[in-house]
């Protein structure tokens, strides 16, 4: 016979839910009237809420899975918004300004935190996670400025795009450091142990075997997409029945996250090449506009217990690191995101503007530090201080872009005004 689930069975499971819901929803509403990320509110409800604040909620495996749900649905969502069509146009911004601007950022702050003494392993998978600007909050700059169509916004949005991707393969190599220090599970772990020796080669077999594997995922979501996804979507579309249209895309994300999973990668990896064998399809906007509540809801989720998680007393006695930590990453990131595109033959105040939109942390890096390899290996203190300094990034992040706005307006306004001056001294000489 089954075992019964019993109402205090179902109260402890619901609970934890219940409460993420509903401060999620009040961090959201007073966050859109403070005119600050929505990031920023949900680790802030966290931190509050957590055990080191009002003890509302503790971490369980209700909230871990809500969290993971939550970097699935942010994965397949930017999944969507990879074309190949899109990649093929955007070649110069892919490969010029994108990985230059990441491998200047990210190995700076890889190097700095290998210099205070994190192993070189999780310092570059770290590093290069703060290398990462933020899609969803430069997308919200760039709306409420209407410069999506502009060249800045144009080519802003080709880096964040590239990110992204680098985002996956950045989640697997770091994924496998977990699976170096355990043992390496699976068929990674069994190449990496009976061929090769050392330390570091077990990473290095690891990683290699992950990304040929993450190859082959990525050509079978390609020919899913054309063969599978968009003949059951013109189905679904003729019988009109919207019901099996949204069951049918949540099925295919949560089996294609489970699949990757079971062969040694990671759910998010398998939601990620759902939405690009989606993308190209005729019913990508379609898709988009059906699972943007699941994915908005859950990401709150994972934000929530990322907040959970921080060592609220550890926090206030380091503000003073956090708070130069966090002028340090908008100031380096700044710096060398305008060296950068001016390597790419920007004009100044282009490059100024692009440098000081992208300066933020990344919700990219929120992810990564909640990974258990790097969670082992970054000491907590740590931890909570650079998890801060990201989310105080992305808070100052609109006005930081907007200070970077009016610098590049005045260096054109001078730029401009030059010309003038020199041709009024000019003539007062002859």
């Known amino acids: 016979m089954a075992a019964e689930f019993t109402p205090v069975q179902a109260v402890d499971a619901l609970v934890p839910a219940i409460t993420l819901l509903g401060f999620g929803a009040a961090s959201a509403l007073i966050s859109r009237g403070a005119r600050l990320s929505p990031i920023v509110g949900y680790l802030i409800v966290g931190l509050l809420i957590g055990p080191h604040g009002l003890h509302l909620i503790q971490e369980s495996q209700a909230t871990h899975l809500l969290?993971?749900?939550?970097?699935?649905?942010?994965?397949?969502d930017i999944g969507m918004h990879v074309s190949l069509r899109e990649l093929k146009e955007s070649r110069r911004d892919m490969l010029g300004l994108a990985p230059l601007h990441l491998l200047m950022t990210g190995l700076v702050s890889s190097a700095a935190l290998w210099m205070i003494g994190i192993d070189w392993a999780i310092a570059l998978a770290v590093g290069l996670s703060l290398g990462l600007s933020s899609t969803a909050v430069v997308a919200r700059i760039l709306t409420e400025r209407a410069q999506n169509s502009c060249p800045i916004g144009r080519t802003a949005t080709h880096v964040l795009i590239f990110q992204d991707i680098v985002a996956i393969f950045l989640m697997i190599y770091a994924t496998s450091l977990g699976g170096a220090e355990t043992g390496a599970s699976g068929l990674a772990g069994m190449v990496s142990?009976?061929?090769?020796?050392?330390?570091?080669?077990?990473?290095?077999?690891?990683?290699?075997?992950?990304?040929?594997?993450?190859?082959?995922?990525?050509?079978?979501?390609?020919?899913?997409?054309?063969?599978?996804?968009?003949?059951?979507?013109?189905?679904?579309?003729?019988?009109?029945?919207?019901?099996?249209f949204t069951a049918f895309t949540l099925l295919f994300v949560l089996a294609a996250a489970c699949a990757t999973a079971m062969t040694g990668l990671s759910l998010t990896l398998g939601a990620f090449l759902a939405g690009l064998a989606i993308s190209g399809t005729p019913f990508r906007h379609e898709v988009q506009t059906e699972m943007a509540p699941f994915r908005s809801l859950l990401l709150s989720f994972f934000f929530i217990s990322v907040g959970l998680s921080i060592d609220l007393p550890a926090l206030w006695r380091n503000l003073p690191l956090v708070l130069t930590a966090a002028m340090g990453l908008l100031i380096v990131k700044t710096t060398l995101g305008f060296a950068a595109a001016r390597i790419n033959k920007w004009s100044i105040p282009g490059a100024v503007q692009m440098a000081f939109l992208l300066a933020q942390g990344s919700e990219f890096t929120l992810v990564v530090l909640s990974l258990g390899a790097v969670v082992t290996?970054?000491?907590?203190?740590?931890?909570?201080?650079?998890?801060?300094?990201?989310?105080?990034?992305?808070?100052?992040?609109?006005?930081?872009?907007?200070?970077?706005?009016?610098?590049?307006?005045?260096?054109?306004?001078?730029?401009?005004?030059?010309?003038?001056d020199a041709k009024t001294t000019a003539s007062a000489l002859g």
């Open 377 to 420: 290996g970054v000491p907590g203190p740590l931890m909570s201080s650079v998890v801060a300094a990201v989310a105080l990034s992305l808070a100052l992040a609109p006005a930081w872009a907007g200070l970077g706005a009016r610098l590049s307006r005045e260096l054109v306004r001078r730029a401009q005004s030059a010309p003038a």
């Open 193 to 244: 142990t009976q061929m090769l020796g050392g330390a570091d080669l077990p990473i290095v077999a690891s990683l290699g075997l992950s990304i040929v594997q993450a190859g082959l995922a990525f050509a079978a979501a390609v020919l899913a997409g054309k063969y599978l996804i968009d003949p059951i979507f013109r189905t679904l579309a003729i019988i009109r029945n919207e019901e099996a």
């Open 67 to 76: 969290a993971e749900l939550g970097v699935v649905f942010l994965l397949f």
